[in-house]
């Protein structure tokens, strides 16, 4: 079964890599008339290699040829795109240092065009065909599962929701009888070894609590007499909420992470950063050196009082700072009652004067957190500082709170552009909203970051009801 899986492995690389030669090859006819010059053999030959290096070495990274028999055809063409958009970038590479006259736009779109669609098509077909021969009952994996707790059967729900793995199951062996499995109890585990001896069993998944260790080793000892590979399923990972962790090795130990946070990661940090001084310079040159004098000047004369208003907040590793805005409530109102409990700002909120409102409604009132970014206290994107009495409140009542508190805060982030701002006073979207928070330090991207100012301003332009 591991030689059939390399050999698959084998073929869908070769079959990517002719289509991609067979792409350039199309685009060179169809717009300079000819495969090679003769003088120029030795260029064209390195700009293939060089398309041909760049896609095997980005497909390793974003994984386009791992297992596909657990991975649907969605996944599969998120990481297409990827991959061709870096055999985009690498024509553009090689017009720029090789100064290729014939490497035009045109090229370029037609190339992209056409391999994108080619690839995507035999990506379709491969899954098809294998889809009718397991249909067949061929390329089928047969499955053995010890342990019919929580474990067993969420794994079994998995492969009998997902046809398209191309898995078909024995059945279970527990030593607590089963009688809800629909017939696919076995029996105990001390009937494994007649099992693997009367039936074709592929893989053999275990799937028991941690403390049966000693009855996983001999599990493990029975399998290895025969031709069947074992399978682990930790029961740590009940203790994973969502679909963002990592498996490492330390030394010879394996460490299961419980999300990953790439945001954190030391290069990505550094391009988030740069882009925070960039976008910041940018607001404050192109937008501030106008409009900072005419606000001041509407708050000045509207309400009483100073044009800032200063907060103190909690940071990246609970680290405390003071965020700016303009002022956009009176004066004298407090944002804390009696209680010592926060207050929140609501519809209509009686603390909040005319241009007050309008700069809440339309942002603006944030525009003085960009000096915060400079700094370093904040990001443009990430998840909304909370004030200090706010973060002590909801520390403790809010399901995975200061998570939060991984990343560097933003002035806008993934919860508010889809509408989780201004009150949040009960329970429930409080915590919708750190849910929306940890999605976006455990899928964060650059790409994303983009989309959510975009969003941002869009939003900003065309009003936002959440917005008071």
Not at 38 to 57: A, D, K, P, T
Not at 145 to 156: C, N, S, W
Not at 415 to 426: M, P, S, V
Request: hydrophobic residues 45%.
């Amino acid at each position: 079964m591991l030689s059939i899986r390399k050999s698959l492995h084998f073929i869908r690389s070769f079959l990517d890599i002719f289509i991609l030669l067979t792409s350039y090859f199309f685009t060179k006819i169809l717009i300079s008339k000819h495969f090679f010059e003769i003088n120029n053999f030795s260029s064209e030959f390195l700009h293939l290699l060089i398309i041909i290096f760049v896609w095997i070495f980005i497909s390793k990274v974003v994984g386009l040829y791992d297992e596909f028999r657990t991975n649907n055809f969605s996944f599969e063409l998120i990481s297409i795109v990827k991959c061709v958009i870096a055999q985009s970038l690498a024509i553009i590479f090689i017009q720029f240092v090789f100064n290729e006259n014939q490497i035009t736009r045109f090229f370029i779109f037609v190339f992209t065009t056409s391999f994108f669609i080619s690839i995507v098509i035999e990506k379709y077909f491969f899954r098809l065909i294998f889809s009718v021969i397991r249909k067949r009952g061929r390329n089928l994996r047969s499955l053995l599962i010890v342990g019919a707790g929580e474990v067993g059967e969420k794994f079994y729900s998995s492969i009998t929701n997902n046809s398209h793995f191309g898995y078909f199951l024995l059945g279970f062996i527990d030593d607590n009888e089963k009688l809800t499995l629909n017939g696919n109890y076995l029996g105990k585990i001390d009937a494994l070894q007649n099992i693997l001896c009367s039936n074709k069993v592929d893989d053999v998944i275990i799937a028991l609590p941690n403390y049966a260790e000693h009855k996983i080793e001999e599990i493990i000892n029975v399998c290895e007499k025969h031709t069947t590979h074992v399978k682990i399923i930790p029961d740590y990972f009940k203790f994973v909420t969502g679909s963002k962790y990592s498996i490492s090795m330390f030394d010879n130990l394996p460490i299961i992470s419980l999300r990953e946070d790439r945001i954190n990661e030391l290069h990505w940090r550094i391009l988030k950063r740069l882009f925070d001084i960039l976008f910041s310079l940018l607001i404050i040159l192109v937008l501030l050196s106008w409009l900072l004098p005419l606000i001041i000047c509407l708050i000045k004369l509207s309400s009483k009082g100073p044009v800032f208003f200063k907060q103190e907040r909690w940071g990246r590793g609970n680290k405390r700072f003071f965020i700016w805005k303009f002022r956009t409530m009176d004066f004298s109102s407090t944002d804390i009652n009696e209680k010592g409990e926060y207050i929140h700002a609501i519809k209509n909120d009686p603390r909040i004067y005319l241009i007050g409102s309008i700069l809440r409604k339309t942002n603006l009132d944030e525009i003085p957190q960009f000096w915060n970014v400079l700094k370093g206290q904040m990001s443009i994107v990430g998840p909304r500082p909370h004030p200090t009495p706010l973060n002590i409140e909801s520390k403790d009542k809010i399901k995975q709170y200061m998570l939060r508190h991984l990343v560097k805060p933003g002035i806008t982030g993934w919860a508010q552009i889809h509408g989780l701002r201004g009150n949040a006073k009960e329970v429930e979207i409080m915590q919708r909203r750190v849910f929306f928070d940890i999605w976006y330090i455990e899928n964060w991207s650059f790409i994303l970051d983009i989309q959510i100012i975009i969003n941002t301003i869009w939003r900003t332009l065309t009003g936002d009801a959440h917005a008071y």
